[in-house]
């Protein structure tokens, strides 16, 4: 594969998500301008739809290979394909190649896919090599590693060190922080009571550090985690941590209508 360079434009295709399309899609613009920032064109292809992973993990085999035929159709041709999520960057790179045979041109497909995506910011750091990011922001911010992000991907450092070069910005470890949220895609619908009880013990290994923000990287983990402080009644804002890298803050934090 090529090594990426402003000098040898290639084709960055950024997959949306689901979830940012319809909850938060500040974290695609955040997404466009941290790639645009670092001297790369951005293409966000039409056709794209969700990744399948509702399907996969609910055990709808056919669907869900049905919705991969489409996803690895969309986004051929492009040299990288860029999630600001580590929940879909995980059913593309880890799952997709299992659900064919391994044999058919699909499967051939499927793995040089896999090999062509990353999450965000795993796409800065280890791809494109960026190590800061300019710009200014007083938050005390804890961060929530996702499970797929952390567990499949490997992507722990990586925001960090990011989040480390903006000036005024004070990161915060919290007991919590590698420990499942509760969401789980449909986990938290098939089994709301446990999920509560998960995020419970998540939201207060939080309080006590009083970080005013918490960050992540993976939307359904900051939609479970924002739901769950609201009805606590606590003010700990909630955003992507694109947003933050992207300095799109104007915005309303995740599940505020209005700041």
Known sequence: MAKPSPAHPLKIALFVTCLVDFFRPSVGFAAVKLLKNAGY??????????????????????????????????FEGYDY???PSGSCVSMIKEHYPRLFDGTSDWSKKAINLADRTYELLSFLVDVLGIKKISGKNLAKAAYHDSCSGLRELGIKMQPRLLLSSIEGLKIIEYDGAETCCGFGGTFCVKYSDI??????SRIHQLLPTQADTLLGGDLGCLINLAGKLKREGSPIQVRHVAEVLAGLTDYPAIGNLKD
């Open 41 to 74: 064109h951005v293409i966000v292809p039409e056709a794209q739809t969700c990744c399948g992973q509702p399907a996969y993990n609910s055990g709808d085999h056919n669907n869900a290979v049905q919705i991969a035929c489409q996803v690895i159709e969309t």
């Open 195 to 200: 999920s509560n009880k998960i995020l419970t």
């Open 81 to 83: 394909v860029v999630a």
